[in-house]
C-alpha cells in the first residue's frame, strides 16, 4: 500500500524510506546454503521489523519498499509502507529461478523517482541491495541509471554480496566499497549486517540532521565489532509480537 498524500498530511513525523531490493533466485534457496539463504534472509527483515519498532523516534515514520528479483523478472513485493502496515502484512518470501537485477534497479528507481509517494520533506532514502550471483539479464544500462542519474543517485546505496559472490558487478552499486559494501561469507550473516543497519538508520533518525550520516570507515569491520546477535533475533516470535503489538 503507497502512502499517499493525504497520509501525510495528517502526519507531522517526517519519513524516513527504506527499501530493500532483495536477490531471491534459485542459489539464495535454502538448498543453495547449508544454513538457508532465503531463510535467513526472511530472518533478517523480521529482526530488523523488531528493532525498528523499539528504536523508532517520536519525529520520525519509518517507511519500507521492497523490490525481489527471482524468476523471469523483478517485481515490487512492497511498495513505501509505513512501519506499523509493512510488519503486520509482512510475508515470507521463496526463491526460484534466474537473477534479473537490471530488472529490480529499474522497479526500484520507479518508486523512487516517484514524487507523490513520499512527503517533500521526507529524508534521504537508505537502499540495500543483496544478492549472490551474478545478473541473468542487461543490467548495465539500469546499474548506471540508479547511482548517477536523478535521486537515486543521492541515496544512501548499500550492497550485501553472499559469500563474495558478483563482487566485480554489485560495487558499482556503491561508490565507496569499503565504506558500503559487506561480504557475508555465508548466509547467516545477512543477519549481522541488517542488525547493524537497522540500529544505524535508527541511530541516525534521532539526531539534529538525519540526512547526515555517521561516517564509516571499513563497513566489514563496524558489522562484526558490533555485540553478538541474540539468538532469537528475527525468529517469528518477534513479528508475531510486532503483529499482536498496538504500536
Not at 23 to 39: H, P, Q
Not at 150 to 168: L, Y
Not at 210 to 226: F, G, H, R, S
Amino acid at each position: 500500500m503507497a502512502i499517499s498524500m493525504e497520509d501525510v498530511s495528517n502526519n507531522q513525523r517526517r519519513q524516513m524510506p527504506v527499501i530493500l531490493i532483495l536477490d531471491t533466485s534459485g542459489s539464495m534457496s535454502d538448498e543453495g546454503y547449508g544454513n538457508g539463504g532465503i531463510t535467513q534472509l526472511n530472518r533478517s527483515i523480521r529482526g530488523m521489523l523488531s528493532d525498528f519498532k523499539h528504536l523508532r523516534a517520536a519525529s520520525v515514520e519509518f517507511c519500507f519498499a521492497v523490490v525481489t528479483f527471482g524468476g523471469d523478472s523483478a517485481r515490487i513485493y512492497q511498495d513505501y509502507t509505513p512501519l506499523e502496515t509493512f510488519a503486520q502484512n509482512w510475508k515470507n518470501m521463496s526463491a526460484n529461478g534466474m537473477t534479473p537485477l537490471g530488472d529490480a534497479l529499474d522497479k526500484a528507481k520507479q518508486i523512487i523517482e516517484d514524487k507523490t509517494k513520499l512527503s517533500p520533506r521526507s529524508y534521504r532514502p537508505t537502499v540495500i541491495l543483496i544478492s549472490d550471483g551474478y545478473p541473468t539479464d542487461d543490467w548495465e544500462n539500469s546499474m548506471d541509471n540508479f547511482t548517477k542519474d536523478g535521486r537515486t543517485a543521492k541515496c544512501d546505496r548499500f550492497v550485501v554480496t553472499v559469500a563474495g559472490e558478483a563482487t566485480d558487478v554489485l560495487q558499482k552499486f556503491v561508490d565507496n566499497p569499503k565504506t558500503h559494501m559487506f561480504n557475508a561469507e555465508n548466509a547467516s550473516d545477512i543477519l549481522e549486517f541488517m542488525r547493524f543497519m537497522s540500529s544505524s538508520i535508527a541511530q541516525s533518525s534521532t539526531s539534529n540532521n538525519p540526512n547526515k550520516k555517521e561516517p564509516i570507515k571499513d563497513l566489514q569491520e563496524a558489522v562484526a565489532e558490533q555485540e553478538a546477535i541474540d539468538e532469537d533475533w528475527g525468529e517469528d516470535v518477534i513479528l508475531d509480537d510486532i503483529m499482536n503489538e498496538d504500536i
